[in-house]
C-alpha cells in the first residue's frame, strides 16, 4: 500500500483559500478504489470532504463545501488535492488524506471504515 503525505495546511483567514496535497509513495493512486480527503475538528469524529471514485472519476462533495472545494488528482505527479476557497471558521480541523482498496468505498465512500490507508494529517485553522 502506498504511503500518503498530506501538506499544504496553515492558518488562513474566512473567506481565504488554502490548497492541501496529499502525495502518495509506494504505490500509485490509481491503484485504488476511491481516494479522498476527511477532516476531524476537535471533539468530532472524523468526516469525509470529499472523494474521487477512481472508476470513471466522478467526484462527491459533502453539502457543507460544494461549490467551495475543489478535489482533483496529478497522475503524473502521483498526488491528490484540495482546493479550500471561501473558508470558513467551521473548517478548522485537522484534514487527512485517505485511500482504500475495497470496493465498499464507492458505495459508502465517506464512511472512514471504507479506507485503509491515512496520511498523518495537516492542520487547518481558519481564524477571525
Known amino acids: 500500500q502506498a504511503q500518503l503525505v498530506e501538506s499544504g495546511g496553515g492558518l488562513v483567514q474566512p473567506g481565504g483559500s488554502l490548497r492541501l496535497s496529499c502525495a502518495a509513495s509506494g504505490g500509485t493512486l490509481d491503484a485504488y478504489t476511491t481516494i479522498g480527503w476527511f477532516r476531524q475538528a476537535p471533539g468530532r469524529e472524523r468526516e469525509g470532504v470529499s472523494v474521487i471514485i477512481n472508476r470513471g472519476g466522478s467526484t462527491y462533495y459533502t453539502d457543507s463545501v460544494k461549490g467551495r472545494f475543489t478535489i482533483s488528482r496529478d497522475n503524473a505527479k502521483n498526488t491528490m488535492y484540495l482546493k479550500m476557497n471561501m473558508m470558513r471558521t467551521k473548517g478548522t480541523a485537522v484534514y487527512y488524506c485517505?485511500?482504500?482498496?475495497?470496493?465498499?468505498?464507492?458505495?459508502?465512500?465517506?464512511?472512514?471504515?471504507?479506507?485503509?490507508?491515512w496520511g498523518q494529517g495537516t492542520q487547518v485553522t481558519v481564524y477571525s
Open positions: 485517505a485511500a482504500s482498496t475495497k470496493a465498499i468505498a464507492t458505495m459508502y465512500p465517506y464512511e472512514v471504515s471504507s479506507y485503509d490507508s
